[in-house]
């Protein structure tokens, strides 16, 4: 129910945007997120946008990354910046009603970046 695109191989310094998009219908009513798993590392969040309200972001990222949501395209992004190679890892993006556990997954997308 969630398809996430845009992964690649990216410079140090440069950015990339991630797409996931929701075959949920009613998807606006759903809080958001990005988590990634590096090669060896547990998951980890990243950063969540709730379906109201402001984003957050984990203090990894704080500054580079930002989360934003289209509702009418059913849509949520993570725009890059700034990429390090410790960002290298495959990114998901999850959804959730609610409070509680993430329980819509997407397949993940790899993002590499080189040094």
């Known amino acids: 129910q969630l398809q996430a695109y845009g992964g690649g191989l990216v410079q140090a310094g440069g950015s990339l945007r991630l797409s996931c998009v929701a075959s949920?219908?009613?998807?606006?009513?759903?809080?958001a997120a990005w988590f990634r798993q590096a090669p060896g590392k547990q998951r980890e969040f990243v950063g969540g946008?709730?379906?109201?309200?402001?984003?957050e972001y984990a203090d990894s990222v704080k500054g580079r990354f930002t989360i934003s949501r289209d509702n009418a395209k059913n849509t949520v992004y993570l725009q890059m910046t700034s990429l390090k190679p410790e960002d290298t890892a495959v990114y998901y993006c999850a959804a959730r009603l609610g409070i509680g556990h993430y329980n819509k997954w997407g397949q993940g997308t790899l993002v590499t970046v080189s040094s």
């Open positions: 949920i219908r009613t998807f606006s009513s759903y809080s």
């Open positions: 946008i709730p379906r109201g309200g402001s984003a």
